[in-house]
């Protein structure tokens, strides 16, 4: 979604995605480090909790966390804090990365392809063909574990 979010973490191969399907599988919440509710989006003086480049767990409820995560592509308030399973746990940082996130794609919005799919097909052609602008993440290198 443009200036709002990207939700990202299916796995391009289906079977990579088994372990956190069902409910047996889901990730449980941390505990939340921040003051739980809307009145809490903002601080004292207004500013968004959750900025550009911050990263959460994707969750539609409590301990309903899988393999899906969710990166800030604007400041928002409407996610950082406001439940537990969305507290931000890190932040994408440096100039390069910021570039990388204007350039995701976010025309598809709501209309991309769905959850099920991915997780039944993974980066099938069929997916390809009919999402031709979707992105990808090929790979991920720690360069700083500290």
């Not at 889901?26 to 990263?55: A, C, M, Q, T």
């Not at 969750?59 to 406001?82: M, T, W």
């Not at 100039?95 to 598809?108: A, H, K, N, P, V």
């Not at 063909?129 to 979707?134: A, G, T």
């Amino acid at each position: 979604m443009k200036n709002f979010l990207c939700q990202f973490g299916i796995a391009g191969i289906p079977s990579y995605n088994k372990p956190y399907s069902g409910k047996a599988n889901i990730l449980k919440d941390d505990p939340n480090w921040l003051p739980e509710g809307p009145s809490h989006r903002k601080n004292d003086l207004g500013v968004k909790r959750f900025g550009k480049g911050y990263l959460a767990y994707a969750g539609g409820g409590k301990d309903s966390r899988s393999n899906q995560l969710i990166v800030a592509l604007g400041n928002n308030e409407r996610l950082g804090g406001g439940s537990p399973w969305e507290v931000p746990w890190g932040e994408v940082v440096g100039e390069e990365s910021f570039r990388t996130l204007d350039g995701i794609y976010t025309g598809y919005g709501d209309n991309g392809p769905g959850q099920g799919r991915l997780r039944n097909e993974g980066s099938s052609e069929g997916v390809a063909r009919d999402f031709p602008k979707l992105d990808y993440i090929l790979g991920c290198d720690v360069i700083d574990s500290r």
